[in-house]
């Protein structure tokens, strides 16, 4: 699998609100913003393989 490259305005989109460290790192910054999506987003996949549908 490819994962290809972020693109510039996506990146400067999610950045948009970045003031402090805590904006990114902190306990609802971006970071776990965004792992908490791609874990469920894989979870689903998954599930989906698994069950043979998607949801609903």
Known sequence: ?????????LLDQLLSDYK???????ENGLLKQLTKAL?????E????HH???ARH
Do not use: C, N
């Open 1 to 9: 699998m490819t994962v290809s490259k972020l693109s510039t305005e």
């Open 20 to 26: 402090k460290p805590e904006d990114l790192i902190g």
């Open 39 to 43: 874990v469920e987003r894989a979870l």
């Open 45 to 48: 996949a998954e599930m989906e």
């Open 51 to 53: 069950l043979g549908h």
